[in-house]
């Protein structure tokens, strides 16, 4: 598999020329560069960049690392000759426009006519933005999350001190809706976090429980789909998962990042508002910046400044080759990693060496080692992590708590609080064609384990 195809960069100097025929009429200005020092420090530049693992290769399925669509690596090195800013308009006029286009049709996947929402640098900092608004509606009020969702929410609330609260997970890593109702029974809560595909198991909380207690209690519902978000334009879904995904809308704000399943170069997160009137909240006054045009600027509905209009064109041009639709190729390649999830755990619970967990709800698979207690099978993890490694393919280690893992491994002698198992990420589309060569390394890595 090519890193770097002659096609592409073919596109992108015929791309180039046409940029440039749009400035043609400008005095003529070129910046002065040493060409032969730029040479040397770019090959130099190729050569450490040879140190990352492939990320791009169908041998990598380790940590949440999927390789930008061509059309937006290329449109995102063209916009880089302009060098947009989506701050204010009239620092990028085009790439403005680009980024609303953008956002609309984010929406319309999940059912939601003319949200609120612009782009940001990933889920950090649009899961901020929600909570945020969740604290300026209800301020003080606490923000609770399942002991399973990103330790990003517990951190971004005491960035907003704003009290955050953990609750318990089922078997399958979802939100425990008894000990939540049991909580909210409590008040004084401001927003519940629902993560649609946890970072570590790829599990989808409950939502239309959620949505349902949000009726009696009166809280925000924040929906942290930026792992599993693109997942509702999938037919491969498990039935039981379809209802969450088609109640998404009616969450009072969303995150998703086009940069994990949206094919786009780090950083391009996405945040919605299912009321545009939270935009109130954002209001400012800048001497400088908004002059040029009377419409909305993105700056004005974000708590970010400068943002990288790049971003913005990659994700248009993206979304322009693969429009967000069921039943077409990007809806596609999604079914395919759900497929390839599901044969490799097929192929694990099989396995007299590997000891299969919770069956996978996106994408994500995780596996242990069989041995007799929780010390030995997290050495034996980390074994097989190192064995697969020096076979190139390159899988993740996630450490569990013994709770969790008890509930399907039963017979595991509990002498840690932990269990380290294995974590894969079939991310990749040709995941599903790969199955057949992964699970062969897998396996001559776990006989190795015996050696």
């Known amino acids: 598999m090519a890193l770097v195809t002659k096609s592409e960069i073919d596109i992108l100097q015929a791309a180039l020329e046409k940029l440039q025929q749009g400035f043609s009429h400008l005095p003529d200005f070129t910046p002065a560069v040493d060409r032969d020092r730029l040479r040397s420090v770019l090959m130099e530049v190729a050569g450490r960049m040879q140190q990352n693992y492939p990320y791009h290769h169908p041998r990598y399925a380790g940590q949440m690392m999927k390789p930008p669509h061509a059309a937006a690596r290329l449109a995102y090195a063209l916009s880089l000759w302009i060098n947009p800013n989506n701050h204010a308009r009239d620092g990028g006029i085009a790439s403005s426009h680009m980024e609303s286009e ?33 604290g300026q509606l209800h301020p003080g009020k606490t923000v609770l999350a399942s002991a399973q969702a990103h330790y990003t929410h517990a951190r971004i609330s005491d960035v907003l001190a704003l009290p955050f609260e953990a609750i318990p997970v ?5 939100m425990d809706m008894t000990a939540l109702e049991s909580r909210l029974r409590e008040g004084d809560v401001a927003a519940v ?4 595909g946890t970072t570590g198991l790829g599990a989808i909380d409950p939502l239309p429980a959620v949505l349902h207690l949000r009726q009696q209690y009166g809280f925000r519902v924040h929906v942290d789909a930026a792992y599993g978000g693109y997942f509702t334009l999938a037919d ?3 039935p039981e998962l379809q209802p969450a995904f088609a109640s998404m809308g009616e969450a009072d704000s969303i995150v998703i990042d086009p940069h994990k399943h949206g094919l786009q170069p780090y950083g391009c997160g996405c945040v919605l508002f299912r009321d545009p009137a939270v ?33 913005a064109v990659a994700l248009w041009a993206t979304q322009q080759l693969l429009p967000m639709q069921r039943g077409g190729e990007f809806a ?23 000891k299969a967990l919770m069956q996978p709800q996106l994408d994500i698979v995780v596996f242990g080692v069989r041995a007799g207690s929780a010390r030995d099978a997290s050495m034996l993890a980390r074994k097989l992590f190192a064995e697969t490694a020096k076979r190139e393919l390159h899988l993740a280690l996630i450490e569990l708590p013994a709770e969790l893992v008890r509930q399907y491994w039963p017979e595991l002698v509990m002498n840690r609080d932990t ?28 006989l190795a384990l015996d050696e």
């Open 332 to 354: 596609s390649g999604l079914n395919r990693s759900l497929l390839a999830a599901r044969e490799l755990w097929r192929r694990v619970q099989a396995s007299h060496r590997l």
């Open 419 to 446: 269990v380290t198992c294995v974590r894969s990420c079939l991310m990749k589309p040709e995941h599903l064609d790969w199955i057949d060569d992964i699970w062969s390394v897998l396996e001559s890595a776990a």
């Open 170 to 174: 089922t078997p399958n890593g979802c």
């Open 279 to 311: 935009g109130a909240l954002y209001k400012h006054d800048s001497p400088y910046t908004y002059f040029s045009s009377a419409e909305l600027h993105l700056g004005e509905i974000s708590l970010e400044c400068s943002r990288p209009g790049a971003a």
């Open 236 to 238: 491969a879904l498990a």
């Open 193 to 196: 976090v629902v993560t649609m």
């Open 102 to 134: 953008c956002v609309a049709a984010i929406g319309e996947i999940f059912g939601l006519g003319k949200p609120l929402g612009h782009l940001c640098g990933g889920g950090t900092m649009a899961n901020l933005e929600a909570l945020w608004v969740a």
